[in-house]
T-cell receptor
Framework: DGGITQSPKYLFRKEGQNVTLSCEQN?????MYWYRQDPGQGLRLIYY???????QKGDIAEGYSVSREKKESFPLTVTSAQKNPTAFYLC??????????????FGDGTRLSIL | SQKIEQNSEALNIQEGKTATLTCNYT??????LQWYRQDPGRGPVFLLL?????KEKRKERLKVTFDTTLKQSLFHITASQPADSATYLC???????????FGSGTQLTVLP
């Protein structure tokens, strides 16, 4: 079945540590996105990529980094510079064909907590 | 500043009734609006997309309206069932950047 796989489902970070969240898709989508979701708030865009080897900052990119070396993969690193990393992180992908926005397909998220 | 508001954080209705969820926006001119369903601990799932030149869109028991004058979208679930209980998110496009901006969601509970 085609879809998006995020791993791990739960992740714990120690102070001063960088952690990397994995996101893989087999939908052959060009665009991939990372969002952060906090309780009672909507999804906020961290980074997005429309093509391999290129990505753009979203609304809350500070303290995060990404890479897009392969079409299928878009890992997110939460660096020690992110002072409030506890949240639910969601990865999504979409086609870029046609006009306007295509629906986004989401993974089931990674819940990151601080030890 | 740009803002998206979804009506009340939580909405409880009786099984069989129609649920109506509201998405209001300010300082946007979206060309498209999307609705998603999110279950606890899961990622959102796409439900419907409506374009600015479409007044209404239907899919099975779901209906979405889009009023660009009122800057509002209404999302209806007819003959609601307990299985419809979830959080529903509206999302507006940001044009050519291919980005979506999400509302905070409305948690719907359908009581048996």
């Amino acid at each position: 079945d085609g879809g998006i796989t995020q791993s791990p489902k739960y992740l714990f970070r120690k102070e001063g540590q960088n952690v990397t969240l994995s996101c893989e898709q087999n939908l052959n989508h060009d665009a991939m996105y990372w969002y952060r979701q906090d309780p009672g708030q909507g999804l906020r865009l961290i980074y997005y990529s429309q093509i391999v080897n290129d990505f753009q900052k979203g609304d809350i990119a500070e303290g995060y980094s990404v890479s897009r070396e392969k079409k299928e993969s878009f890992p997110l690193t939460v660096t020690s510079a992110q002072k409030n990393p506890t949240a639910f992180y969601l990865c999504a992908s979409s086609n870029l064909t046609g006009l306007g926005n295509q629906p986004q397909h989401f993974g089931d998220g990674t819940r990151l907590s601080i030890l | 500043s740009q803002k998206i508001e979804q009506n009340s954080e939580a909405l409880n209705i009786q099984e069989g009734k129609t649920a109506t969820l509201t998405c209001n926006y300010t300082n946007y001119s979206p060309a498209y609006l999307q609705w998603y369903r999110q279950d606890p601990g899961r990622g959102p799932v796409f439900l419907l997309l409506i374009r600015e030149n479409e007044k209404e869109k239907r899919k099975e028991r779901l209906k979405v309206t889009f009023d660009t004058t009122l800057k509002q979208s209404l999302f209806h679930i007819t003959a609601s069932q307990p299985a419809d209980s979830a959080t529903y998110l509206c999302a507006l496009d940001q044009g050519s950047a291919r980005q979506l901006t999400f509302g905070s969601g409305t948690q719907l509970t359908v009581l048996p």
